[in-house]
């Protein structure tokens, strides 16, 4: 699906081809980006478009923004009011994609810290098969990186680098995607979802030392599981062969949404099915983005009836 037509560029409103930065910047040379990825939810019934934790996206941008020592920290008004406006001049009514990159934009040596620049874009986005076929992946041989080399907790540009290799060896093995381990052969998170597994009844995840990113859907499971589905959450450190244990396995992202994974290393997930404990978590996460129930309505920023 192709960006649409008009982005936010340092805050002001441009079409998709004139939102350019120079080809020395330190963005360029040297992966200084920090980004998130967000869904906004059409809800038909009410007319309503919902971007779906907007708060926790612009608080870790500007954790990331901080890390890497920017020379400028957007505020979080100004960041959300960018977002706003951008997918109300693109006229989002359907689900879409956000994507924000606060970015290092001098043409200087690699302890530049600015000027910063700012970049919001969106596409629209029907949902993927994945989401009700599941997917069969493998264990990575690319090692995740690691919390005292490249934070993983900091959506930086740069990080993706292994991801992306993980991820391409995979799909050239033939594989829907990869799961990566930590320096010590520990189970980290996927090449851009964090994981979960079933076993006995009981949700068990990679816990935040596990070099993951702190993932905010990560979170929404957690909390609507104990919350509202009444499921226990262990955050723990997972072997690699707890995989293979488990009943079922899922990977959630706020790209992703919630997606079974029926297969590790071309040995059957339980039944090889989606399996029952997913397909709760999957509909109750469907339900809030959407706002289709009244709970976590702090979740929501309303795009269109707003002052
Ligand atoms: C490496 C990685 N892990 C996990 C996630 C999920 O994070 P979130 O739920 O905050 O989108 C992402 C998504 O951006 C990611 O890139």
């Not at 993706?160 to 995979?170: K, P, Q, T």
């Not at 594989?175 to 851009?192: I, P, Q, R």
């Not at 609507?224 to 488990?246: F, K, M």
């Not at 059957?268 to 978590?281: A, E, H, I, M, Y």
Request: proline share 4%.
């Amino acid at each position: 699906m192709p960006t649409c037509e008009f982005m936010c560029l340092n805050g002001e409103i441009v079409p998709y081809r004139d939102a350019k930065i120079h080809a020395f910047s330190a963005v360029v040379k040297y992966g200084l980006g920090v980004f998130e990825g967000l869904r906004a939810y059409w809800n038909a019934g009410r007319g309503e478009l919902y971007v779906f934790r907007l708060a926790e996206h612009i608080e870790r941008l500007r954790f990331g923004m901080k890390m890497m020592r920017y020379d400028k920290i957007y505020d979080a008004d100004y960041l959300e009011d960018c977002l706003i406006r951008m997918l109300r001049a693109n006229e989002i009514r359907e689900n879409a994609h956000i994507r924000m990159i606060a970015y290092v934009d001098g043409d200087d040596e690699l302890i530049v810290t600015g000027p910063v620049g700012l970049v919001i874009g969106v596409m629209k986005l029907p949902p993927r098969r994945s989401l009700e076929t599941g997917v069969k992946v493998t264990v990575s041989a690319w090692q995740r990186i690691a919390d005292n080399a490249l934070p993983p907790r900091v959506k930086c540009t740069a990080n993706y680098v292994n991801n992306r290799a993980a991820e391409l060896e995979a799909k050239l093995n033939g594989y829907d995607g990869v799961l990566m381990l930590t320096a010590d052969g520990k189970l980290s998170e996927a090449s851009g979802a964090c994981i979960f597994l079933v076993r006995n009844g009981r949700l068990i995840t990679p816990d935040v030392g596990s070099d993951i990113l702190e993932s905010i859907t990560r979170d929404t499971v957690i909390e609507t599981a104990r919350r509202e589905l009444g499921v226990a959450v262990d955050e723990r450190r997972v072997d690699r062969s707890e995989l293979h244990a488990a009943d079922e396995v899922f990977w959630c992202g706020s790209g992703q949404e919630v997606v079974p994974v029926v297969a590790v290393d071309r040995l059957p997930v339980g039944s090889g099915k989606p399996g029952p404990l997913t397909r709760r978590v999957q509909q109750h996460y469907f339900k809030i983005v959407r706002g289709e129930v009244p709970e976590h309505a702090e979740w929501r920023t309303a795009v269109w009836q707003r002052n």
